[in-house]
């Protein structure tokens, strides 16, 4: 095993964590909507927050890197961004990926109201205290070759006066092997950057770390761009045996 995505739950388990370590898993997606027990009581029907702690403290404990997952209902947790924010920055020594997600209309959300990217963008960017604009302008010249469900920012912080703080920052976007040879281009100028900030922080001989920020609005029948779902990291076993792009597979859930 090398990583899986989870709810937690069962992590909290010392000895069934240790086993998972044991058997070489290194990574993994943790769900955590937000720090309040009546947030998680609406979203999972269940009052998991002490839990959900003993798990991430138990990762800690064993050096297994966490990507946190926090999946957002408009009126319900919204809030609950910043403090999940906060916890990144105070855990960077295994946590190194936050994924803000938006609910999607299917299951127990059947009813509700998505949160457009643009919208998480806005709630990232009070957040992270970057303006709104600026990072739309940095994102803009890229949107025609990276997937429009998926938006990324890069932090580059370092600490001072005992707190981290944002050195510098980059929109991202995944490498992918059908990009034409322009756009690999661009990500090369991209890496560079990485390396050059990285550098900066070596000279300066302080404390310094990175934090990948994923948003992610899942597509409908109503917004899906077929040529696009080809092209999904994430895959969906069916019932028989079908492989299809995750993003191709929730659609066709809802039918």
């Keep these: 095993i090398s990583s899986i995505a989870t709810n937690g739950v069962r992590l909290s388990d010392w000895r069934y964590a240790q086993k998972l370590k044991e058997a070489g898993?290194?990574?993994?997606?943790?769900?955590?909507?937000?720090f309040d027990d009546e947030v998680f009581n609406k979203i999972e029907k269940d009052r998991l927050l002490a839990t959900k702690l003993k798990a991430l403290e138990?990762?800690?404990?064993?050096?297994?890197?966490?990507?946190?997952?926090?999946?957002l209902l408009k009126g319900v947790n919204e809030k609950e961004l910043y403090k999940v924010y906060q916890y990144c920055l105070d855990n960077l020594d295994f946590i190194n990926n936050l994924r803000i997600r938006s609910a999607v209309a299917v299951g127990n959300f059947i009813k509700i109201d998505s949160l457009y990217v643009s919208e998480i963008i806005t709630l990232v960017s009070e957040i992270i205290g970057i303006d709104r604009k600026k990072i739309i302008d940095d994102f803009e010249r890229r949107i025609n070759y990276s997937p429009s469900f998926l938006f990324?920012?890069?932090?580059?912080?370092?600490?001072?006066n005992k707190k981290m703080q944002i050195m510098?920052?980059?929109?991202?976007?995944?490498?992918?092997?059908?990009?034409?040879?322009?756009?690999?281009?661009?990500?090369?100028?991209k890496y560079y950057k990485d390396k050059m900030v990285k550098k900066q922080l070596k000279k300066n001989g302080e404390k310094n770390s990175k934090?990948?920020?994923?948003?992610?609005?899942?597509?409908?029948?109503?917004?899906?761009d077929i040529e696009e779902a080809k092209y999904s990291i994430l895959h969906h076993l069916t019932e028989y045996n079908r492989i299809l792009p995750f993003n191709y597979a929730l659609v066709e859930n809802e039918k």
């Design 58 to 71: 138990n990762l800690k404990k064993l050096g297994i890197k966490v990507h946190i997952s926090i999946i």
């Design 168 to 189: 510098d920052w980059d929109t991202n976007v995944r490498r992918d092997v059908h990009l034409s040879w322009i756009k690999k281009t661009i990500f090369s100028q």
């Design 152 to 160: 990324s920012i890069m932090l580059y912080l370092i600490e001072k």
């Design 211 to 224: 934090l990948w920020i994923d948003i992610i609005s899942w597509p409908t029948k109503y917004n899906l």
């Design 25 to 34: 898993l290194k990574t993994i997606v943790f769900s955590l909507n937000g």
